[in-house]
Structure formats: structure tokens, C-alpha cells
């Protein structure tokens, strides 16, 4: 059975040696709770859509998913933001069985928390991937 893209993200960060050292499996889909240790990433889908053909409908899909870092340190933060742009950024390949075409970095911002004095960089991801039949 193939895996979903959600899955595919998390089994190929969590695989990904550089990234791993510095999170381990703290990814997580959507959100983490508070009491999780940092530094940590959300990922959530914001997009995904077709992407249709002269010729018709194509099986090729474009998602753009948002991952949010979150760290005790700024040093923290971007160094995890520089280990997710080295795992997906121009990665072509296959998450998890689902056949990726390429990933695109569109860009990040980052900011800190006033209440937690934690900081976030929120980074965005283009990931076209070929949809398999079921």
C-alpha cells in the first residue's frame, strides 16, 4: 500500500541524517502540544491541486505545504531551516512510494514568540507529485 503525502514527509524528514541529528521524529502533522520539546516542526497542507494538461487531466498534482520550526534559540531554528532546505529543496525521488516529481523552496520568514520567547521560521514547500491510481 502506498503511503499518503503526509507520510511520505514525515518518513523522508525523519530519514533525512542531517535534519534527524537535530529534531529526531519531532514532526508532526498540523501541530504538536505545548509540553513538546524544541526544536520541533509543524507541517500543514495548504494547497493541492490538479495540474491538467493540454490533453486532458494528468495524474500530476502540486501541493504547497507550510512547515513551521520552532526552537529555543534563533542558532536553533535556522539551523534546522537550513537542513530542511537541504532534504527538500530540488529533491526529486519518492516520499514513502509516492513518486515526487520535484520540490521547490518558495521562501520563509521567521519571528519570536513574546509570550514563550521561543523562535519560529515558517518555511513554504512546492511538491509536485505524481498521484498513483487506487
Keep these: 500500500m502506498t503511503a499518503t503525502l503526509d507520510e511520505g514527509i514525515f518518513d523522508h524528514l525523519t530519514h533525512h541524517a ?3 541529528a537535530l529534531i529526531g521524529t519531532r514532526i508532526h502533522p498540523d501541530y504538536f502540544s505545548e509540553d513538546e520539546e524544541l526544536p520541533a516542526i509543524a507541517y500543514s497542507l495548504e ?3 490538479s ?3 493540454q490533453q ?3 495524474a500530476l498534482r502540486q501541493a ?3 512547515f513551521d520550526i520552532w ?3 534563533a542558532a536553533e531554528a ?3 531551516m537550513k537542513q530542511m532546505c537541504a532534504a527538500l529543496d530540488g529533491y526529486r525521488g519518492s516520499f514513502k512510494g509516492v513518486p515526487i516529481v520535484g520540490v521547490f ?6 519571528s519570536r514568540d513574546p509570550d514563550t520567547q521561543t523562535f519560529n521560521v515558517s518555511m513554504r514547500f512546492t511538491i509536485h507529485y505524481q498521484e498513483k491510481e487506487t
Design 105 to 110: 523552496f518558495d521562501g520563509a520568514g521567521r
Design 18 to 20: 542531517g535534519l534527524a
Design 64 to 66: 504547497i505545504y507550510r
Design 71 to 73: 526552537a529555543d534559540t
Design 51 to 53: 495540474m491538467p494538461t
Design 47 to 49: 494547497d493541492d491541486r
Design 56 to 58: 486532458g487531466p494528468s
Design 78 to 80: 535556522m539551523a534546522v
